[in-house]
């Protein structure tokens, strides 16, 4: 039985998880700190030419500094039959490159008009999650349902050394390049095994849970891949990273027809931060 209107509304409403909004400006990302000259010049170290090359560049770049500060933007949304339901994300995230590192995120998730403010700190593995006026809540990082809380934007090198041959890189130019992965529309059974589609799938996984809670069977089977794509955009000159975004599109089948899925995530670089990160005391 279809169901009303009305109902379609309430389902999508309970099914969306959301995504997150603050400002804050962190110091200006600077170009390459100039060195003192050496009586013997160093030996010229060859430019990167691989996507291979150009990812230890950028991860020598950014462990390079104390920490880094990011504006993290994002949407997530369900749509069927003219209906959405979305929410969006902003926040400013603070993470620094210790080991253990750590990271500090305070940002404010809208949906159908509703503010609510979100805070998460990481440390030591946990992280610590507070929603609104809800009590902290603190979970493993291993752990699934607290990692898909956590927008941690230099976690972009590991997966893109993740993805292999399947990484294209663009020819720089204006003083930045472009490494990218992506998938094209497909049934999910084609291209499951695929690692970006792995990662799309960690960030649907909340939301098919809740469908699936509110009477949508989404049998696997039945899933299409619309397409995911995440790219990673470097200086060419200092190879750090000045921005990262992740997109991804699900078509889930419902009553003869689908449910869209969407999700996009941009993460941009906005300067350092020298700061300690540590959780307030009576959260740890």
């Not at 170290?45 to 990011?70: I, N, S, Y």
């Not at 993290?72 to 209906?83: A, W």
């Not at 003083?175 to 094209?184: C, I, K, P, Y």
């Not at 397409?227 to 000045?242: A, C, K, P, Q």
Request: include cysteine.
């Amino acid at each position: 039985m279809r169901r009303t209107s009305a109902a379609l509304a309430v389902l999508l409403a309970a099914a969306l998880t959301g995504c997150a909004e603050s400002t804050d400006e962190g110091k200006p990302v600077d170009s390459a700190q100039p060195s003192s000259q050496s009586p013997q010049a160093a030996p010229a170290v060859p430019e990167p030419r691989t996507a291979t090359e150009f990812l230890a560049r950028a991860e020598e770049a950014m462990d390079g500094q104390k920490g880094w500060t990011f504006a993290v933007t994002g949407r997530e949304g369900l749509v069927m039959q003219g209906q959405e339901n979305a929410a969006t994300y902003t926040a400013t995230v603070r993470r620094t490159t210790d080991d253990p590192w750590a990271l500090h995120s305070t940002g404010t998730i809208v949906s159908k008009g509703v503010s609510k403010p979100e805070e998460i700190y990481v440390a030591d593995g946990t992280a610590h999650v507070k929603k609104g006026t809800a009590p902290w809540q603190h979970g493993p990082l291993d752990d699934p349902e607290f990692a898909d809380k956590v927008e941690d934007p230099l976690a972009a090198l590991d997966a893109f050394r993740g993805y292999g041959d399947d990484v294209t890189l663009a020819t720089p130019e204006d003083g930045r390049v472009e490494l990218r992965v992506r998938t094209t529309t497909a049934p999910l059974t084609g291209v499951r095994d695929q690692a970006v589609v792995q990662k799309a799938l960690r960030e649907l996984a909340p939301t098919l849970r809740q469908l699936r809670a509110a009477g949508v069977a989404a049998p696997e089977s039945g899933i299409a891949v619309d397409g995911v794509e995440e790219s990673l955009v470097l200086d060419t000159s200092t190879y750090r990273v000045t921005a990262h975004t992740f997109t991804c599109t699900f078509l889930i089948p419902y009553d003869g027809q689908r449910i869209r899925y969407e999700q996009e995530v941009t993460e941009r670089t906005t300067g350092t931060y020298d700061g300690t990160v540590e959780p307030p005391d009576g959260i740890s």
